[in-house]
């Protein structure tokens, strides 16, 4: 079977998994091909944890990403405002300002929590696996794959590329095939890979735009995360000017200059593959193509990253001859349930937030209803405190999301590949909440 290109990795996808999954593979020597249907045009997934951190430190890039940070007391905090320069409702500390999780951030790892994002990380992960025999082919679609086995018996691949420049179409051979392409994975439609899903829980829009707002920004405005919630105001839809009209007014100042580069909507899922991998098949799900979610929690590209991390030695090891072909089936039974703790909590994380929505009004049946509940927030009678106290409490239950040590740093492996046999004891049991609270541990698989 003759084939334009051949290859033993392909890697579908070049977002954080797929071009950090060629890194790593490359930091082994070996020299995987991609393909990546566009350029991002816009920021995704700021939050960076130490623990993806540590990843990148290890093929020596780390210092590349700080650089391209942001990085502080910037990072902290999330609130919840009438607008930019309104009056505020609340604010909850998070991550290494929080007083319950200073002592993370010097106790546990030699990183730290910044805002990284995807656009600023990609063109670093790029740049490296470029530097170490990745060759990427941009603006190519994955339209059909197709399986065989070889004379040998081992399975491989037949993948036909299209160019979306000259709408030719070419074929690659692959050894190994890795799905990093999206939420709307070939690979996984492709080979039947199934999943673990629940009905969509609502539909959501975002907007890119350019604004300068730095008489608006004073010291104690600083925050990671802002929501403006007028509940005394109607709805909007995302149609310029009217978009345009309804910024300025989340912002709290009708004389800023407001230009609108994208407008995107995207619905909220809750869905994660029961296996990673195909047995003894070598083909991979990573990065949204393995689990869907929304951005609660901020873990999306960090698991991204370490999904990568784990893999990718692996395979190489594998490749090289150096271990066993069954060690791959330690990805799944290591990452899929990081990749449904995930998935779980962070819709769990979006839910919390409905909560203090709901508890400003945000959810009255009219703007009058809404500004009815409004006032109730600021009146000094039983009711008036009664309010008071529901936002208090939704907001103390957004801040788990925000002192989530032990869900960035808590992964305890449970796999053939983690040896267990001259251990005495079984693995210490946590002594509190697994996403607030971090277990230090020599336990094999920790």
Not at 300 to 320: E, I, P, R
């Amino acid at each position: 079977m003759t084939c334009e290109v051949q290859t033993k990795f392909l890697v579908v996808g070049a977002g954080p998994a797929g071009l950090a999954l060629a890194s790593f593979l490359g930091q082994n020597g070996e020299h995987p091909y991609g393909k990546q249907r566009y350029h991002r045009r816009y920021p995704e997934s700021y939050i960076f944890n130490p623990f993806a951190f540590e990843c990148l430190r290890d093929i020596g890039i780390e210092d590349q990403g700080l650089q391209h940070a942001v990085r502080g007391r910037t990072l902290q905090t999330m609130r919840w405002a009438r607008s930019m320069a309104g009056e505020e409702y609340g604010k909850v500390l998070g991550f290494s300002e929080h007083p319950s999780c200073i002592g993370h951030t010097h106790g546990i790892t030699p990183s730290e929590y910044a805002e990284l994002s995807q656009s600023e990380l990609e063109p670093i992960l790029l740049r490296y696996a470029s530097h170490h025999s990745f060759h990427v082919r941009f603006s190519t679609e994955l339209v059909d794959v197709a399986q065989f086995t070889d004379d040998t018996g081992k399975h491989e691949y037949i993948c036909t590329i299209q160019d979306l420049i000259s709408h030719g179409t070419w074929k690659i051979r692959t050894q190994y095939l890795f799905g990093a392409d999206g939420a709307r994975s070939n690979i996984a439609r492709s080979l039947d890979f199934k999943f673990i899903s629940k009905p969509s829980s609502g539909k959501a829009c975002n907007v890119l735009l350019r604004a300068d707002l730095a008489h608006l920004m004073s010291k104690e405005r600083h925050a990671a995360l802002h929501w403006f919630l007028k509940p005394d105001r109607t709805t909007f839809r995302a149609e310029r000017p009217e978009l345009v009209d309804a910024v300025r007014d989340l912002m709290g100042d009708d004389s800023v200059d407001i230009e609108i580069l994208r407008v995107d909507s995207w619905a909220v899922h809750e869905s994660v593959a029961e296996q990673y991998s195909l047995g003894g098949q070598n083909a991979f799900l990573l990065d949204d193509a393995a689990h869907l979610h929304p951005p609660a929690y901020g873990l999306g590209s960090n698991t991204c990253v370490q999904d990568a991390y784990n893999l990718a030695w692996k395979v190489a090891y594998v490749s090289k001859g150096l271990a066993g072909s069954r060690l791959l089936e330690s990805y799944t039974k290591e990452r899929q349930p990081v990749g449904a703790m995930l998935v779980q909590q962070s819709n769990k994380g979006l839910a919390a937030q409905v909560d203090v929505w709901q508890s400003v009004g945000m959810f009255e049946s009219t703007p009058e209803d809404g500004s009815r509940q409004l006032a109730k927030l600021s009146q000094a009678t039983p009711e008036g405190e009664a309010s008071r106290a529901k936002v208090r409490n939704a907001m103390e239950l957004v801040g788990e999301e925000l002192q989530s040590w032990g869900a960035a740093h808590n992964q305890w492996y449970v796999s053939t590949a983690v040896y267990l046999a001259d251990e005495e004891g079984s693995r210490p049991v946590l002594d509190g909440n697994p996403i607030v609270d971090v277990e230090i541990s020599t336990y094999p698989g920790s």
